[in-house]
């Protein structure tokens, strides 16, 4: 079973998660986040339970397809989301009982007593006058695979609730853990949550993989082996890599190893390649961000175009593209990047992008555009897209998605614990939700992941499954370098060796396609996987 701690995520984010886990995988998971101040409505809510006028409510309502009717969430209540196999007749009620024990196992390990109410899932406190209600319990089944889960208040704002009825029953009281008295960190409650997972098993327990984000409010377990769910062999995971510029700048750079010199072959291809580019006005991220592999793949008539400048607006501590305040777009420029994919004679044209958070839409009309463009001069040519988050924004990853590239790339990095050290700006959480939604969108789904950076071989099977169950089905991994003094030092050179190690790895999880090596990058022989994979069959074509 994987247990994932995610942070704060936005409702809808989860959601994509959930689907595409529900969907992509048969993998067990148990999602753990919290949510913005949000409303949720089940698919069988009132509206009537809304008890001030909608503009009043201090948070967004969105309708969802879990069971239960209206609930609250917000900073300080614990979500957790199990997307697990389950069968037979009444395996909903058996699930959500199932559930309920669960959460009393937690609550009594820290003092509480609570109960069920007939009638009335959730768990309760029972102690000290009326049945106060602590946690929410909404979920949905389908072909087998459950989505939803719990809502537990910890330091949860109360008030937030008198703006309804929650979960449509009258006269309910809504509790915390800090309101009983009780002062647990959530990071407290996450580790009695991971140890009593095995009550969600469907099963003998014979492993708990968990992972999450690194923050001042939880703990990590980097494994944890269960012969039995109550035996606890876990390893603390701590980040040791350095956070600020001067820490870092006072960090030699480091000799390479010689596995990872790639050869500089300035061939007649290769200045036939960047004087094209050159006179198109255009960008590479080949040159911007230092590529390594820039001359193997200039000499084959090959790069990756760079599209909405060559200025981002975010600071990840591993890349050399210039952070400076961006320039306005230059709306020749997809027109352009077609011209250069026609006079290449390009099979398959990488376009990737800055980071562009200054724009409301993330610059995605812009990669739509190009797009369109290649198409319209190169029809021959498949296109793929190397992708920023857009924050998550919805409607902007959806103008990328229905541009219908033929591969879309949208690289995690790293591993959960060190994704705020490495891109501060982002989020794992994130990234997965974008995946999962382009994977929702019947496209062709593609990441990367760089090694070197204080990372596990543990850790990185992690990330490999959590791409997998979202539906990733083309995934690079290659060597972190450090491109500049002030950029994050290398902690590890991973041999070509372990590099096929992980490449086995991850073919056993399930992926179409795995390029693995010390030189490996995102774009690297992307012709080779398009060529691997099979057209991914449209919505209306099953």
Not at 434 to 456: C, R, Y
Not at 494 to 502: I, V
Request: hydrophobic residues 40%; charged residues 20%.
């Amino acid at each position: 079973m994987h247990l994932r701690w995610l942070g704060n995520v936005p409702f809808e984010q989860g959601l994509w998660l959930q689907r595409a886990l529900a969907r992509e995988s048969s993998e067990q998971y148990l999602l753990m986040m919290e949510h913005p101040h949000t409303y949720t409505m089940g698919a069988h809510g009132s509206i009537s339970n809304i008890l001030v006028p909608r503009e009043k409510l201090g948070a967004p309502l969105i309708r969802t397809d879990r069971g239960g009717d209206i609930t609250y969430h917000g900073p300080g209540q614990l979500i957790i989301y199990p997307i697990l196999s389950v069968t037979g007749p009444g395996a909903g009620p058996a699930h959500v009982r199932q559930i309920e024990q669960y959460v009393i196992c937690i609550l009594k390990d820290l003092g509480l007593d609570v109960t069920t109410i007939d009638g009335y899932p959730g768990v309760w406190v029972q102690s000290g006058g009326a049945p106060r209600k602590i946690c929410s319990i909404g979920v949905r089944i389908s072909r087998g695979r459950t989505m939803h889960g719990l809502a537990l208040n910890i330091t949860t704002d109360l008030s937030y609730f008198n703006h309804i009825v929650p979960c449509g029953i009258n006269s309910v009281v809504m509790t915390s853990l800090a309101k009983e008295g009780i002062q647990a960190t959530i990071s407290e409650v996450i580790e009695l949550a991971t140890a009593h997972a095995g009550k969600l098993s469907t099963g003998r327990m014979l492993l708990i993989d968990f992972a999450g984000i690194s923050d001042k409010n939880a703990v990590f377990f980097e494994e944890k082996n269960n012969e039995t769910p109550q035996q606890d062999t876990s390893t603390i995971v701590t980040a040791s890599i350095p956070k600020s510029k001067s820490e870092r700048m006072a960090i030699p750079l480091q000799r390479k190893p010689e596995w990872i010199r790639p050869q500089m072959r300035m061939e007649a291809n290769f200045h036939a390649t960047r004087k094209a580019i050159r006179n198109l006005k255009l960008v590479t991220v080949c040159e911007e961000a230092g590529c390594p592999n820039i001359f193997e793949c200039y000499a084959n008539s090959t790069a990756t175009f760079m599209i909405n400048g060559e200025r981002c607006t975010r600071n990840c501590g591993f890349c050399l593209v210039d952070t400076s305040k961006p320039f306005p777009l230059d709306p020749d420029e997809p027109s352009r990047i077609a011209q250069a994919v026609k006079r290449m004679g390009l099979a398959h044209a990488v376009i990737t992008t800055v980071a562009r958070d200054d724009l409301d839409d993330g610059g995605s009309h812009a990669l739509a555009h190009t797009v369109h463009e290649i198409r319209n001069i190169s029809p021959e040519s498949t296109v793929e897209l190397l992708i920023s988050d857009c924050k998550g924004d919805a409607t902007s990853l959806d103008v990328i998605f229905n541009a219908r590239p033929d591969v879309l790339n949208h690289n995690i990095e790293t591993v959960a614990r060190l994704q705020r050290i490495v891109r501060p700006q982002a989020n794992y959480a994130r990234s997965l939700a974008v995946l999962a939604k382009a994977a929702q969108a019947h496209l062709t789904v593609k990441s990367g992941i760089m090694v070197g950076l204080g990372e596990t071989e543990g850790e990185l099977i992690q990330t490999m499954y959590d791409l997998r169950s979202v539906g990733t089905q083309v995934l690079t991994i290659g060597q972190y370098l450090r491109p500049s003094p002030d950029k994050l030092p290398v902690q590890q050179w991973w041999t070509p060796e372990e590099f096929s190690r992980l490449e086995s790895i991850a073919n056993e999880i399930g992926f179409s396609y795995v390029q693995a090596s010390p030189l490996t990058r995102s774009s690297y022989h992307a012709r080779a996987a398009m060529d691997t994979l099979s057209p991914v069959q449209s919505c209306d074509g099953g």
